[in-house]
């Protein structure tokens, strides 16, 4: 028992998740890291990959007190505003700012839609 759980690549902080939502967290924190879009928290500008970073970390820690149990709350506990300050969190692409929550809402129901 002990190997199948060592040969899962997902860690067990993560097992208030399902398949499903750890495959739909992990793609979701890809098209962070992938995007070309500036994301904004607490006033200042981060890159893709910084905000992909952040957004790892928040997960991670909210994983391990079995506080996230599906992609939707993985976008409104991890996604959407800063935990200290309680500003929401934007993004900038192409010149359209809008709410980091709403902007991974919109690409989960494109996964989801896409049959991921």
């Known amino acids: 028992m002990l190997a199948l759980l060592t040969a899962v690549p997902v860690s067990a902080a993560h097992a208030a998740l ?3 939502g750890q ?11 992938n995007s070309h ?18 957004l790892q970390k928040k997960f991670d820690y909210l994983a391990r007190k079995d506080q996230v149990n599906s992609a939707e709350e993985f976008i409104e506990r991890a996604g959407s ?9 934007k993004v900038s692409c192409d010149g359209r700012e809008q709410l980091t929550g709403d902007w991974l809402r919109e690409e989960l129901e494109r996964l989801r839609g896409a049959g991921g």
Do not use: M, W
């Open 37 to 54: 879009c500036t994301f904004i928290r607490n006033g200042s500008d981060y890159s893709a990959t910084d905000a992909q970073a952040h």
């Open 18 to 20: 399902d398949a499903k």
């Open 81 to 89: 505003e800063s935990s200290l300050s309680g500003t929401p969190y």
């Open 23 to 33: 495959q739909e967290v992990k793609a979701l924190l890809a098209f962070v890291g």
